[in-house]
Protein backbone atom coordinates (compact mmCIF):
# COMPACT_ATOMS: atom_id res chain seq x y z
CA UNK A 1 0.00 0.00 0.00
CA UNK A 2 1.26 3.36 -1.15
CA UNK A 3 0.14 4.78 2.15
CA UNK A 4 2.03 2.48 4.10
CA UNK A 5 5.09 3.07 2.57
CA UNK A 6 4.73 6.96 3.17
CA UNK A 7 3.84 6.26 7.16
CA UNK A 8 6.85 3.83 7.46
CA UNK A 9 9.35 6.05 5.66
CA UNK A 10 8.62 9.12 7.35
CA UNK A 11 8.28 7.82 11.04
CA UNK A 12 11.25 5.18 11.55
CA UNK A 13 11.97 6.80 14.53
CA UNK A 14 9.15 6.45 15.90
CA UNK A 15 8.50 2.82 15.21
CA UNK A 16 11.97 2.01 17.02
CA UNK A 17 10.34 3.70 19.93
CA UNK A 18 7.70 1.50 19.93
CA UNK A 19 10.56 -1.66 20.41
CA UNK A 20 11.90 0.78 23.27
CA UNK A 21 8.60 1.59 25.29
CA UNK A 22 7.61 -2.17 25.15
CA UNK A 23 10.53 -4.19 25.67
CA UNK A 24 9.51 -6.88 27.02
CA UNK A 25 6.35 -7.30 25.05
CA UNK A 26 8.90 -7.25 22.09
CA UNK A 27 11.29 -9.93 23.56
CA UNK A 28 8.22 -12.16 24.35
CA UNK A 29 7.39 -11.97 20.57
CA UNK A 30 11.19 -12.76 19.63
CA UNK A 31 11.32 -15.88 21.51
CA UNK A 32 7.97 -17.28 20.45
CA UNK A 33 9.18 -16.90 16.85
CA UNK A 34 12.58 -18.15 17.76
CA UNK A 35 10.48 -21.59 18.73
CA UNK A 36 8.96 -22.19 15.39
CA UNK A 37 11.46 -20.88 12.88
CA UNK A 38 14.34 -23.66 12.00
CA UNK A 39 17.48 -23.76 13.33
CA UNK A 40 19.49 -23.54 10.03
CA UNK A 41 19.22 -23.16 6.23
CA UNK A 42 18.37 -20.27 3.70
CA UNK A 43 16.01 -17.47 5.87
CA UNK A 44 13.78 -14.62 3.77
CA UNK A 45 11.97 -12.43 5.94
CA UNK A 46 8.89 -10.68 4.37
CA UNK A 47 8.29 -6.74 5.54
CA UNK A 48 11.68 -6.60 7.26
CA UNK A 49 11.24 -3.27 7.90
CA UNK A 50 14.08 -2.33 10.52
CA UNK A 51 15.91 -5.74 11.21
CA UNK A 52 14.13 -6.09 14.88
CA UNK A 53 13.42 -9.80 14.18
CA UNK A 54 15.60 -10.73 10.76
CA UNK A 55 18.51 -9.61 12.52
CA UNK A 56 18.86 -11.61 16.41
CA UNK A 57 16.67 -14.30 14.60
CA UNK A 58 19.55 -14.85 12.41
CA UNK A 59 17.80 -14.06 8.96
CA UNK A 60 20.10 -12.77 6.04
CA UNK A 61 17.68 -11.98 3.85
CA UNK A 62 14.71 -9.74 4.49
CA UNK A 63 12.67 -7.40 1.81
CA UNK A 64 10.38 -4.37 2.47
CA UNK A 65 9.01 -1.40 0.48
CA UNK A 66 10.23 1.04 2.67
CA UNK A 67 13.73 2.66 1.49
CA UNK A 68 13.97 4.59 4.81
CA UNK A 69 13.37 0.99 7.19
CA UNK A 70 15.96 -0.75 5.29
CA UNK A 71 18.34 1.40 6.50
CA UNK A 72 18.21 0.40 9.84
CA UNK A 73 17.89 -3.42 8.75
CA UNK A 74 20.98 -3.12 6.51
CA UNK A 75 22.55 -1.77 10.28
CA UNK A 76 21.50 -5.26 11.46
CA UNK A 77 23.73 -7.01 9.05
CA UNK A 78 20.44 -7.87 7.05
CA UNK A 79 20.44 -8.32 3.26
CA UNK A 80 17.72 -5.76 2.82
CA UNK A 81 16.00 -5.53 -0.49
CA UNK A 82 13.62 -2.83 -1.92
CA UNK A 83 10.88 -5.07 -3.16
CA UNK A 84 7.13 -5.55 -3.04
CA UNK A 85 5.73 -8.50 -1.08
CA UNK A 86 3.35 -9.57 -3.60
CA UNK A 87 6.27 -9.86 -6.42
CA UNK A 88 9.14 -10.98 -4.80
CA UNK A 89 12.40 -11.07 -6.86
CA UNK A 90 13.42 -14.46 -6.10
CA UNK A 91 13.50 -17.48 -8.09
CA UNK A 92 11.30 -20.88 -7.06
CA UNK A 93 12.71 -22.42 -4.30
CA UNK A 94 14.96 -20.43 -3.16
CA UNK A 95 14.98 -19.72 0.36
CA UNK A 96 14.30 -22.93 3.54
CA UNK A 97 12.06 -20.99 5.23
CA UNK A 98 10.50 -17.50 5.71
CA UNK A 99 9.09 -15.04 8.39
CA UNK A 100 5.90 -12.76 7.50
CA UNK A 101 5.83 -10.50 11.08
CA UNK A 102 2.48 -8.80 10.98
CA UNK A 103 3.13 -8.13 7.40
CA UNK A 104 -0.04 -9.87 6.30
CA UNK A 105 -1.99 -6.73 8.15
CA UNK A 106 -0.47 -4.08 5.73
CA UNK A 107 -0.75 -6.01 2.20
CA UNK A 108 -3.14 -5.79 -0.64
CA UNK A 109 -3.99 -9.29 -1.37
CA UNK A 110 -2.82 -11.44 1.40
CA UNK A 111 -3.48 -14.90 -0.68
CA UNK A 112 -1.21 -13.47 -3.61
CA UNK A 113 1.36 -12.63 -0.65
CA UNK A 114 1.30 -16.33 0.61
CA UNK A 115 1.42 -17.80 -2.84
CA UNK A 116 4.32 -16.03 -3.89
CA UNK A 117 5.98 -17.32 -0.32
CA UNK A 118 5.01 -20.32 -1.19
CA UNK A 119 6.65 -20.18 -4.53
CA UNK A 120 9.68 -19.12 -3.60
CA UNK A 121 10.30 -21.61 -0.95
CA UNK A 122 12.09 -24.88 -1.41
CA UNK A 123 9.98 -28.08 -1.15
CA UNK A 124 9.08 -28.66 2.77
CA UNK A 125 9.79 -24.99 3.03
CA UNK A 126 8.72 -23.53 6.34
CA UNK A 127 6.68 -20.41 7.11
CA UNK A 128 6.27 -18.65 9.99
CA UNK A 129 3.09 -16.07 10.12
CA UNK A 130 3.07 -13.44 12.77
CA UNK A 131 -0.01 -11.40 13.99
CA UNK A 132 -1.73 -9.74 16.80
CA UNK A 133 -4.55 -11.58 16.83
CA UNK A 134 -8.12 -9.90 16.81
CA UNK A 135 -9.83 -12.44 18.56
CA UNK A 136 -8.05 -11.87 21.71
CA UNK A 137 -8.21 -9.28 24.44
CA UNK A 138 -5.10 -7.23 23.17
CA UNK A 139 -6.23 -7.63 19.39
CA UNK A 140 -9.35 -6.11 20.62
CA UNK A 141 -7.90 -3.09 22.11
CA UNK A 142 -6.04 -2.31 18.67
CA UNK A 143 -9.45 -2.52 16.77
CA UNK A 144 -10.26 0.44 19.23
CA UNK A 145 -7.50 2.54 18.59
CA UNK A 146 -6.87 1.62 15.18
CA UNK A 147 -8.20 4.99 13.51
CA UNK A 148 -6.34 6.76 15.86
CA UNK A 149 -2.54 4.81 15.13
CA UNK A 150 -0.73 6.35 11.97
CA UNK A 151 0.80 2.56 11.29
CA UNK A 152 -2.45 0.86 12.34
CA UNK A 153 -4.64 2.74 10.56
CA UNK A 154 -4.05 1.35 7.36
CA UNK A 155 -4.01 -2.12 9.04
CA UNK A 156 -6.32 -4.80 8.22
CA UNK A 157 -6.53 -7.35 11.52
CA UNK A 158 -6.84 -11.14 10.95
CA UNK A 159 -8.08 -14.13 13.16
CA UNK A 160 -5.86 -16.86 14.06
CA UNK A 161 -8.48 -19.01 12.31
CA UNK A 162 -8.80 -16.86 9.60
CA UNK A 163 -5.06 -16.76 8.49
CA UNK A 164 -4.83 -20.44 8.79
CA UNK A 165 -7.45 -20.83 6.32
CA UNK A 166 -5.55 -18.68 3.87
CA UNK A 167 -2.28 -20.75 4.42
CA UNK A 168 -4.83 -23.52 3.94
CA UNK A 169 -5.63 -22.49 1.05
CA UNK A 170 -2.56 -21.16 -0.65
CA UNK A 171 -1.06 -24.83 0.09
CA UNK A 172 0.55 -24.69 3.12
CA UNK A 173 -0.08 -26.92 6.00
CA UNK A 174 -0.24 -25.66 9.68
CA UNK A 175 1.59 -27.08 11.99
CA UNK A 176 1.35 -25.53 15.00
CA UNK A 177 0.36 -21.97 17.03
CA UNK A 178 2.13 -20.60 19.98
CA UNK A 179 0.59 -17.52 21.81
CA UNK A 180 1.81 -14.69 24.32
CA UNK A 181 1.05 -11.15 25.75
CA UNK A 182 -1.83 -12.19 27.89
CA UNK A 183 -1.61 -8.45 28.96
CA UNK A 184 -3.33 -5.41 27.10
CA UNK A 185 -1.18 -3.08 28.93
CA UNK A 186 2.36 -4.42 26.87
CA UNK A 187 4.28 -0.97 28.50
CA UNK A 188 3.78 -2.43 32.02
CA UNK A 189 5.61 -5.90 31.59
CA UNK A 190 8.60 -6.45 33.46
CA UNK A 191 9.32 -10.06 32.02
CA UNK A 192 9.63 -12.47 29.39
CA UNK A 193 5.73 -13.38 29.13
CA UNK A 194 4.32 -17.40 28.84
CA UNK A 195 4.53 -18.99 26.08
CA UNK A 196 1.79 -21.42 25.47
CA UNK A 197 0.08 -23.67 22.16
CA UNK A 198 -2.78 -22.81 20.69
CA UNK A 199 -4.68 -19.15 20.31
CA UNK A 200 -7.49 -17.31 21.16
CA UNK A 201 -6.27 -15.58 24.62
CA UNK A 202 -2.49 -13.98 23.76
CA UNK A 203 -2.55 -10.97 21.41
CA UNK A 204 0.49 -12.45 19.85
CA UNK A 205 0.19 -15.84 17.37
CA UNK A 206 2.71 -17.24 15.61
CA UNK A 207 1.54 -20.17 13.16
CA UNK A 208 3.87 -22.23 11.30
CA UNK A 209 3.40 -23.60 8.39
CA UNK A 210 4.71 -26.15 5.83
CA UNK A 211 4.73 -26.00 2.66
CA UNK A 212 3.02 -29.27 0.77
Not at 84 to 91: K, S
Not at 106 to 118: M, S
Not at 130 to 138: E, F, N, Q, T, Y
Amino acid sequence: MEGNREVFDLRVGEYEEWFERNRWAYLSELELLRRLLPKGGRGLEVGVGTGRFAGPLGIKTGVDISEGMLALAKERGVEAIVADAHDLPFGDGSFDYALLMVTICFVEDPERVLRQIHRVLAPGGILVVGIVDKASPLGQVYLEKKARSPFYRYARFFSANEVMDLLRKTGFEVKETLQTLFTTDLSSMSHLDDIRPGHGEGGFVGIKALKV
